[in-house]
C-alpha cells in the first residue's frame, strides 16, 4: 500500500486512518472508551468532538491494530448508536501516543 511506511526500529509498516463517526455520538463516553481501545491494542493518534455532533478519529500504527479500532468505532460504547462511518486512507505522520482532543 503507497501509504505505509515503516517506523523507526524497523517495527513493520504503518498506516493512517481518519474516520468520521455519525450517529448518537456524542454525551455517551465515545471520545474517553475510543481512548481507552486505542491504548489497549496499541494504536496512536487521538479523536474528537466535532461541532456537527460527529466524532472524529486518526488511528495510526499495525494495520491489524488500526482495522480493530475501525470495527470499534463502527459500534462504539454501549450508550451510543452508531449511523454511519466515513474512513480516509492518510500517509502515516509518525503519531506516538493516543489522545483526546477538544
Known amino acids: 500500500m503507497s501509504d ?7 517495527a513493520g509498516p504503518r498506516v493512517r486512518r481518519r474516520a468520521r463517526v ?3 455520538v456524542q ?3 465515545f471520545r474517553d472508551s475510543t ?11 487521538w479523536v474528537r ?12 500504527g499495525d494495520p491489524d ?4 479500532m475501525l470495527e470499534y468505532v463502527r459500534v462504539g460504547p454501549r ?8 474512513v480516509a486512507e492518510e500517509r502515516p505522520e509518525g503519531e506516538r501516543s493516543f489522545r483526546v482532543r477538544s
Open 49 to 60: 468532538n466535532r461541532p456537527d455532533g460527529s466524532v472524529e478519529a486518526v488511528f495510526e
Open 65 to 68: 491494530a488500526v482495522q480493530r
Open 79 to 86: 450508550s451510543a448508536r452508531v449511523e454511519r462511518v466515513d
Open 35 to 45: 481512548e481507552a481501545e486505542a491504548r489497549r491494542v496499541g494504536v496512536a493518534g
Open 27 to 29: 454525551g455517551v463516553w
Open 22 to 24: 455519525h450517529g448518537r
Open 4 to 10: 505505509e511506511r515503516a517506523p523507526p526500529g524497523g
